[in-house]
């Protein structure tokens, strides 16, 4: 997320935070009560920083979730997710999908087409049945951390830079839109 956070900040003032498992050194990750209470002093803390601002939260892959579940208990303007992980474990019998129904956030999802935790056709199904304004940024060829294999940029004759400049485009045309 650092070089995200770097790009990111060409769009406005970007705030990150690390779990305390993550800090700890621990691979399981904490509970979800846990790191939506994480989430909300982090947000709480940049409002403080940041009063006049809109908020957008904007996570990768568990943390654009977690910030799903903090949108449905703190206001924010909107929700971007870098690699939703919908699927558990990559089974596509255990979907994450119920946070995402009862979103009431317009939400941008950036998922790339080789990505085993959100397949795209799973994630079209779910999307069709949100309540809420919903986008998708497809990265043609990207895995679960948008990255798309050296030979297929050959191939396309592009660089990841490239392709991570069109997902930096969409996302601030999302948080336009948002704003």
């Not at 596509?92 to 956030?105: C, F, G, H």
């Not at 060829?141 to 592009?158: E, F």
Request: aromatic share 4%.
């Amino acid at each position: 997320m650092q070089n995200w956070k770097r790009r990111l900040s060409e769009i406005g003032d970007v705030e990150t935070l690390d779990y305390a498992y993550t800090r700890e050194g621990r691979k399981r990750p904490d509970p979800l009560p846990k790191l939506i209470a994480a989430h909300r002093e982090a947000l709480s803390d940049a409002r403080k920083r940041h009063p006049a601002e809109s908020t957008i939260l904007i996570g990768k892959s568990m943390g654009g979730r977690v910030g799903c579940h903090l949108s449905l208990e703190e206001k924010v303007d909107g929700l971007i997710c870098l690699g939703y992980p919908l699927c558990a474990m990559g089974d596509r019998a255990k979907l994450r999908d119920e946070v995402l129904r009862t979103l009431n956030t317009p939400i941008l999802f950036v998922q790339g087409t080789r990505d085993p935790l959100c397949p795209l056709d799973l994630l079209e199904r779910v999307r069709a049945e949100m309540k809420t304004q919903n986008a998708l940024h497809v990265v043609e060829g990207g895995d679960h951390s948008l990255r798309v294999p050296k030979r297929q940029l050959q191939a396309t004759i592009r660089t990841q830079e490239e392709i991570d400049r069109q997902i930096l485009k969409a996302i601030a045309g999302f948080v336009d839109h948002c704003r």
